[in-house]
């Protein structure tokens, strides 16, 4: 009974290459997000959805196109990888993306580009 | 200089001592998080504060409003409480600490 579930779990690929990581939550959240961990350990957020909406999208190259199928769905495409989006990506979710909202955390994709 | 800074960034006790972990934070926010990141890697949601003190079994987080201010204590560690503590303040969208390591030693 996973509140939120990605995969893979891990992901080593080749310089150049495209690839998805695809997440799911089974809460009845409005709101999911990708969040991307470096190798110092520091979080930054990457998108958020509200509704199957984009509501934000931070300083990331357009190589990362996400999208929302339906609210229960965020994916992350990546296009032509680069060494430097070797990171740990998270999905999370939350009730809704206004206020003050928990936010419930899948367990981690660790991509990594050779 | 990031909009929410933690202190320690790195903290080593023994079991039983009290550990505080402060998070300082420099934007308005409708609520603050604290996370625990333990060394498999998933990400916990511990508490999430807009005003006051919440206590969960060893666990204590309170906030200050007004200091833009937040502490994590754990009371009567133990090493099973070794994890990356991260503190996270809700701003339309999340900003992150970059997180205080904890190894509290047998």
């Known amino acids: 009974d996973t509140a939120v579930s990605q995969t893979p779990k891990y992901l080593v690929t080749q310089m150049g290459n495209d690839k998805s990581i695809k997440c799911e939550q089974n809460?009845?959240?409005?709101?999911m997000y990708w969040y991307k961990q470096d190798s110092k350990k520091f979080l930054k957020i990457m998108f958020s959805?509200?509704?199957?909406?984009?509501?934000i999208n931070e300083t990331v190259p357009n190589r990362f196109s996400p999208k929302s199928p339906d609210k229960a769905h965020l994916n992350l495409h990546i296009n032509s990888l680069e060494l430097g989006d070797s990171a740990v990506y998270f999905c999370a979710s939350s009730r809704s993306w206004t206020g003050a909202n928990e936010q419930f955390f899948g367990p981690g994709t660790r991509l990594t580009v050779l | 200089k990031n909009e929410v800074e933690q202190s320690p960034q790195n903290l080593t006790a023994q079991e039983g001592e009290f550990i505080t972990i402060n998070c300082s934070y420099s934007v308005g926010i409708s609520a603050l998080h604290w996370l625990q990141q333990h060394p498999g890697g998933g990400i916990v949601s511990l508490f999430m504060?807009?005003?006051g003190k919440k206590k969960h079994g060893r666990l204590i987080a309170t906030i200050n409003i007004q200091e833009k201010h937040s502490s994590l204590h754990i009371t009567a560690s133990h090493p099973r409480d070794s994890a990356v503590y991260i503190c996270a303040v809700n701003n339309n969208d999340m900003r992150f600490g970059a997180g205080t390591r904890l190894t509290v030693k047998p």
């Open positions: 959805y509200n509704n199957k909406e984009l509501i």
């Open positions: 809460l009845g959240h409005d709101t």
């Open positions: 504060l807009s005003s």
